[in-house]
């Protein structure tokens, strides 16, 4: 069993930055990739940005080159820093751990962008 703790979303100014961490205690034998979606409200849950375990990133196009992701060199962390925050980018956002096996979630963190 996977377990996902989630943390750093806020409340941010348009052109602000956070960044979101995410804990996994997952079996890196059997990982697949390591992503972050988010949810606003009466929208689908859509992908924001995703690392495999060979490190290759893929990044939507409405966060390209605004967002990061990365990870701690066991898998045990992900990261997601995120700059240049639009109101647009305001969503519940979840970790994704992805093995073999399953797809595991995370609660979600909040992240407003107003003014």
């Known amino acids: 069993q996977v377990q996902l703790v989630e943390s750093g979303g806020g409340l941010v100014q348009p052109g602000g930055s956070l960044r979101l961490s995410c804990t996994a205690s997952?079996?890196?034998?059997?990982?697949?990739?390591m992503g972050w979606y988010r949810q606003a409200p009466a929208k689908q849950r859509e992908l924001v940005a995703v690392?495999?375990?060979?490190?290759?990133?893929h990044y939507a196009d409405t966060v390209m080159g605004r967002f990061t992701i990365s990870r701690d060199y066991d898998w045990s962390t992900v990261y997601l820093q995120m700059n240049g925050l639009k109101p647009e980018d305001t969503a519940v956002y979840y970790c994704?751990?992805?093995?073999?096996?399953?797809?595991?979630w995370g609660q979600g963190t909040q992240v407003t962008v107003s003014s």
């Open positions: 997952v079996n890196v034998g059997s990982l697949v990739a």
């Open positions: 690392i495999n375990r060979g490190g290759a990133t």
């Open positions: 994704n751990v992805r093995t073999y096996q399953d797809d595991y």
